[in-house]
């Protein structure tokens, strides 16, 4: 199985209920693999790409499941679940960008400076193209403060929907792409590991 998801292809694991899909993906996160105390950074070799676990039974389906109870209203509401899932994507890789950054050792191997997390999150909040609070401490990684003012959005435009309300955050289909793509030209590790979406439960 994990061979067959190293490709650069996307692939679809399917199989029934605890046979280990859920397993696999999680093993291969990178945020598994990765600690303030001790990290391999040859971890990124063993699994092929910059894993990235999305679990979305409950970052999609808890929040989002009530949309489906009304005919038509996934269409109506297609790209406010559009914005929706590329808060949540960006949430995670930032986060798990964030986590390697507090590990030397994985920082050195994906080449990732203080400066690139600055313009990485500049980049997220020109692209979300609305006013922002950001709040952030001394110290604190500018990748995990963006990822806090996702969450803070994601958790507004939820709202929004409930109360079919037009909602200032919106996100360009093509978000996911740009994003990562800008990432790779600032942090040189991501463009010999692929960042790699692993949506558990997606369907």
């Given at each position: ?38 990290s391999d950074p040859d971890i990124l070799n063993k699994l092929g790409f910059f ?56 920082t050195q191997a994906l080449g990732l400076t203080e400066s690139s997390r600055v ?37 507004q435009l939820s709202r929004d929907m409930l109360e079919e309300r037009k909602s ?36």
């Amino acid at each position: 199985w994990i061979s067959l998801l190293q490709t650069p292809e996307p692939s679809v694991l399917v199989g029934p209920r605890g046979c280990g899909k859920s397993m696999v993906f999680r093993h291969l996160s990178i945020r598994t693999h990765v600690s303030k105390l001790k990290s391999d950074p040859d971890i990124l070799n063993k699994l092929g790409f910059f894993g990235v676990y999305i679990g979305c039974a409950s970052d999609l389906q808890n929040d989002l499941l009530w949309i489906a109870r009304k005919d038509g209203r996934p269409r109506e509401m297609s790209e406010e679940i559009t914005s929706y899932f590329n808060l949540v994507l960006t949430r995670e890789l930032l986060r798990s960008l964030a986590m390697c950054a507090v590990t030397p050792s994985m920082t050195q191997a994906l080449g990732l400076t203080e400066s690139s997390r600055v313009k990485l999150s500049g980049f997220i909040y020109e692209q979300i193209g609305t006013c922002v609070d950001v709040i952030r401490v001394p110290g604190m990684d500018p990748l995990q403060a963006c990822a806090d003012v996702l969450d803070r959005l994601r958790l507004q435009l939820s709202r929004d929907m409930l109360e079919e309300r037009k909602s200032a955050i919106k996100l360009a289909p093509t978000f996911i792409r740009e994003l990562c793509r800008h990432a790779r030209s600032l942090i040189p590790g991501l463009k010999e590991w692929r960042v790699a979406f692993l949506l558990d439960d997606y369907t």
